[in-house]
């Protein structure tokens, strides 16, 4: 299949046409669109001129039949027969030969104009043996004959009947002058009738082409502009918009035939998928504009990595070995098939690499990206497209996991990873609607009493194969899955249910902490959704603390501020987890309304021994209190840590020092124990 832009498109061979002056009723000034005019009408007149040469062949053999009945002694009368009737017979068969089609014009021209030569010779010598050639009407009736004829057969393209009928009415005045037995007032008087008869025909064929042609100009801008709508609508369906490149279906097509040669021919072919790492971030940023200019420019590296020059479309599946496709946004697909082993591939897949890490400039600023690339070889990996494409699919997918930029071979331990993901997101959807998920709750003490002062809710699913699956296993894939939403929900619900259980069983009353989800922020249905869940568990929004992390934040400062402040507004409690692992920015943690900081187990692992963590740890503590903060340590696993937060004015913490997470009916029991 060829690109569509590399084809010239039938509007513009047309393009003159419609501008032409009088030669319109001659000749197109563009050869294409002439011979696309004379294709268009010639199925009919082509019809048409075989019913009129069998009609000519008739009226021969009349004027034949009728000359010998009247004279039946003029010998010359049978030069009808044997001379014009067998050149309306050639002409008649030459239209049943398969090409006939191709000249048909010029060469009826020739057979009209050389029966007519013959009838002039034959009434000329009919008129010498004493009957009625030239002299009677009968004689003048054949060239008026003649002339319809040149106009009417030959009305495509005007100019050959013309040229044809002005030859004919020559040859017929220098016989009628010439013609002995004629005086001059009778040669007047034919010479007369035959050339008004003459300018009446080639006017009728010279305004029927005028409207034809007229006809078809209209008729081929429709038809133009209905290819042009089929091209795009073509291209569409093969081929990426941004790129130029094929997309999935049409790389499809090309690659299944080259396998399948690869397949007969006993040789190896690759498949190379490409995925750009975090380009959905410039598209978020910068807008779409800007990262499709980015995708355009690295798509040109990958041409030219894959092709000695550019390779602006893809031929026939036949002709090129290589060929590179858009999959979707930040996805390529490349199909070798002169690459059969891992080294080759590696070599290919380096180059790769380094060219999208070459800095791509995005709104004039210079921005570096990286790829991973996961490489499936026919016949071992797979044996037939898709498991190629599914194997090449894994192996990048493994390859941005382990942090990107780098390529990965497939094997058999990534389809069983992959297998196992699908499997695992398959009943993870099941547990959350049958209740295979259970929340485990984690204290939050104060260490200068022992005080419960308030607990995190951590969901556990409790898989009755797998037995209990800590959340790491299953909230990533949750994520990328779209499970994220109802297991959130699902987790919001049952913290409530828990906080209203433990008020009607009278013991104490503490916050509880939920960890939300990126996604939460931008889904409008969390305020109403918050406030349902109050009025339906009868709770204060006060006892609901609602955790996020800065990283998630960071994605839309200004919209996460406006919906963290209408929160805020209503009661509810706000927490910033994970504080200094991701962006730390001063200018945001001073607008954000939250009331809590979580510092980071990362920061407080080492927090002992002082150095660079201790003090990180010190300046969290003393820029939380001086924000007017409730600091809040996790991870606390030894006397050690807890003390040197303690010291430091971070008294609330959360850590297996302290207890680790718990079921609900355990934690119940640690609070009564706590109450009394």
């Given at each position: 299949?060829?690109?569509?832009?590399?084809?010239?498109?039938?509007?513009?061979?047309?393009?003159?046409?419609?501008?032409?002056?009088?030669?319109?009723?001659?000749?197109?000034?563009?050869?294409?669109?002439?011979?696309?005019?004379?294709?268009?009408?010639?199925?009919?007149?082509?019809?048409?001129?075989?019913?009129s040469?069998?009609?000519?062949?008739?009226?021969?053999?009349?004027?034949?039949?009728?000359?010998?009945?009247?004279?039946?002694?003029?010998?010359?009368?049978?030069?009808?027969?044997?001379?014009?009737?067998?050149?309306?017979?050639?002409?008649?068969?030459y239209?049943?030969?398969?090409?006939?089609?191709?000249?048909w014009?010029?060469?009826?021209?020739?057979?009209?104009?050389?029966?007519?030569?013959?009838?002039?010779?034959?009434?000329?010598?009919?008129?010498?043996?004493?009957?009625?050639?030239?002299?009677?009407?009968v004689?003048v009736l054949?060239?008026?004959?003649?002339?319809?004829?040149?106009?009417?057969?030959?009305?495509?393209?005007?100019r050959?009947?013309?040229a044809?009928?002005?030859?004919?009415?020559l040859?017929?005045?220098?016989?009628?002058?010439?013609?002995?037995?004629?005086?001059?007032?009778?040669?007047?008087?034919?010479?007369?009738?035959?050339?008004?008869l003459?300018?009446?025909?080639?006017?009728?064929?010279?305004?029927?082409?005028?409207?034809?042609?007229k006809?078809?100009?209209?008729?081929?801008a429709?038809?133009?502009?209905?290819?042009a709508?089929?091209?795009?609508?073509?291209?569409?369906?093969?081929?990426?918009?941004v790129?130029?490149?094929?997309?999935?279906?049409?790389?499809a097509?090309?690659?299944m035939?080259?396998i399948?040669?690869?397949?007969?021919?006993?040789t190896?072919?690759t498949?190379?998928?490409l995925e750009?790492?975090?380009?959905?971030?410039?598209h978020?940023?910068?807008?779409?504009?800007?990262?499709?200019?980015?995708?355009a420019?690295?798509?040109?590296?990958?041409?030219?990595?894959?092709?000695?020059?550019?390779?602006?479309?893809?031929?026939?599946?036949?002709?090129?070995?290589?060929?590179?496709?858009?999959?979707?946004?930040?996805?390529?697909?490349?199909?070798?098939?002169?690459?059969?082993?891992q080294?080759?591939?590696?070599?290919?897949?380096?180059?790769?690499?380094?060219?999208?890490?070459?800095?791509?400039?995005?709104?004039?600023?210079?921005?570096?990206?990286?790829?991973?690339?996961?490489?499936?070889?026919?016949?071992?990996?797979?044996?037939?497209?898709?498991?190629?494409?599914?194997?090449?699919?894994?192996?990048?997918?493994?390859?941005a996991?382990?942090?990107?930029?780098?390529?990965?071979f497939?094997?058999?331990?990534?389809?069983?990873?992959?297998?196992?993901?699908v499997?695992?997101?398959?009943e993870?959807?099941?547990?959350?609607?049958?209740?295979?998920?259970?929340?485990?709750?984690?204290?939050?003490?104060?260490?200068?009493d022992?005080?419960?002062?308030?607990?995190?809710?951590?969901?556990?699913?409790?898989?009755p194969?797998r037995?209990?699956?800590?959340?790491?296993n299953?909230?990533?894939?949750?994520?990328?899955?779209?499970?994220?939403?109802?297991?959130?929900?699902?987790?919001?619900h049952?913290?409530?249910?828990?906080?209203r259980?433990?008020?009607?069983?009278?013991?104490?009353?503490?916050?509880?902490?939920?960890?939300?989800?990126?996604s939460?922020?931008?889904?409008?249905?969390?305020?109403?959704?918050?406030?349902?869940?109050?009025?339906?568990?009868e709770?204060?929004?006060?006892?609901?603390?609602?955790?996020?992390t800065?990283?998630?934040?960071?994605?839309?400062?200004?919209?996460?501020?406006s919906?963290?402040?209408r929160?805020?507004?209503?009661g509810?409690?706000?927490?910033?987890?994970?504080?200094?692992?991701?962006?730390?920015s001063?200018?945001?943690?001073?607008?954000?309304?939250?009331s809590?900081?979580?510092?980071?187990?990362?920061?407080?692992?080492d927090?002992a021994?002082?150095?660079?963590?201790?003090?990180?740890?010190?300046?969290?503590?003393?820029?939380?209190?001086?924000?007017?903060?409730?600091?809040?340590?996790?991870?606390?696993?030894?006397?050690?840590?807890?003390?040197?937060?303690?010291?430091?004015?971070?008294?609330?913490?959360q850590g297996?020092?302290?207890?680790?997470?718990?079921?609900?009916?355990?934690?119940?029991?640690?609070?009564?124990?706590k109450?009394?």
């Open positions: 299949m060829n690109d569509p832009d590399a084809q010239s498109s039938p509007a513009s061979d047309a393009g003159a046409a419609p501008a032409m002056p009088l030669r319109l009723l001659l000749r197109f000034t563009d050869t294409a669109y002439e011979q696309r005019f004379v294709k268009h009408y010639i199925a009919f007149y082509f019809r048409y001129v075989q019913a040469l069998v009609l000519g062949v008739v009226l021969i053999l009349g004027d034949y039949l009728v000359d010998h009945i009247a004279y039946g002694s003029v010998e010359s009368n049978l030069l009808r027969l044997t001379l014009a009737f067998p050149v309306l017979l050639a002409g008649l068969g239209t049943l030969l398969p090409d006939a089609r191709r000249h014009q010029p060469v009826m021209s020739g057979f009209i104009i050389t029966a007519a030569f013959f009838l002039f010779y034959t009434l000329t010598r009919i008129d010498a043996e004493g009957g009625e050639g030239l002299r009677s009407w004689g054949n060239f008026t004959f003649l002339q319809f004829y040149c106009f009417v057969i030959l009305g495509v393209q005007f050959y009947a013309l044809s009928g002005l030859i004919i009415l040859a017929f005045e220098y016989t009628l002058w010439q013609h002995a037995g004629l005086t001059t007032r009778e040669a007047a008087y034919w010479s007369y009738h035959v050339l008004t003459f300018i009446l025909a080639a006017g009728i064929g010279w305004w029927r082409e005028y409207l034809l042609r006809e078809f100009v209209a008729r081929a429709l038809d133009d502009s209905r290819a709508a089929e091209q795009r609508a073509l291209r569409l369906a093969h081929y990426d918009e790129t130029g490149l094929p997309n999935r279906r049409l790389f097509e090309l690659a035939p080259v399948e040669r690869a397949r007969r021919g006993g190896g072919c498949v190379l998928h750009i790492d975090r380009l959905s971030g410039i978020h940023v910068y807008g779409r504009g800007e990262g499709d200019a980015a995708l420019d690295i798509t040109q590296r990958i041409r030219l990595c894959i092709r000695s020059g550019d390779l602006p479309a893809v031929g026939q599946a036949g002709e090129n070995t290589r060929v590179v496709a858009r999959l979707g946004d930040n996805a390529f697909s490349i199909m070798l098939t002169d690459l059969d082993s080294e080759r591939a590696s070599l290919v897949a380096q180059r790769l690499l380094v060219a999208v890490a070459q800095p791509v400039l995005v709104d004039a600023q210079p921005l570096v990206l990286s790829a991973s690339i996961g490489i499936a070889l026919f016949p071992g990996d797979a044996r037939d497209f898709t498991g190629l494409m599914r194997c090449a699919e894994q192996a990048a997918r493994a390859a996991e382990a942090g990107g930029a780098q390529h990965m497939f094997d058999e331990a990534l389809n069983a990873r992959a297998r196992d993901r499997l695992l997101e398959t993870l959807r099941q547990a959350i609607r049958v209740g295979q998920l259970c929340l485990y709750y984690q204290p939050k003490v104060d260490v200068r022992g005080r419960i002062v308030g607990a995190e809710a951590l969901v556990r699913w409790q898989h194969r037995g209990l699956i800590p959340p790491g299953f909230i990533p894939m949750a994520e990328e899955s779209g499970l994220i939403v109802p297991l959130t929900d699902w987790v919001l049952a913290a409530c249910g828990s906080l259980r433990w008020a009607d069983a009278g013991l104490p009353s503490l916050p509880l902490s939920v960890n939300l989800p990126a939460s922020l931008s889904d409008a249905r969390l305020l109403d959704q918050l406030d349902a869940l109050m009025q339906r568990y709770l204060r929004p006060s006892c609901l603390m609602l955790e996020l800065e990283t998630m934040l960071m994605r839309d400062v200004t919209s996460a501020i919906v963290l402040e929160l805020r507004a209503q509810y409690g706000l927490a910033l987890d994970d504080f200094g692992t991701g962006y730390s001063l200018n945001y943690l001073k607008r954000l309304p939250v809590e900081l979580k510092i980071d187990r990362a920061f407080v692992i927090v021994r002082g150095g660079r963590d201790g003090a990180l740890a010190a300046a969290v503590i003393t820029l939380g209190k001086e924000l007017g903060l409730q600091v809040v340590a996790e991870g606390v696993e030894t006397q050690e840590q807890s003390e040197f937060l303690s010291v430091r004015g971070c008294v609330l913490q297996y020092l302290h207890s680790r997470p718990v079921a609900l009916g355990e934690f119940e029991a640690m609070l009564r124990a109450a009394a």
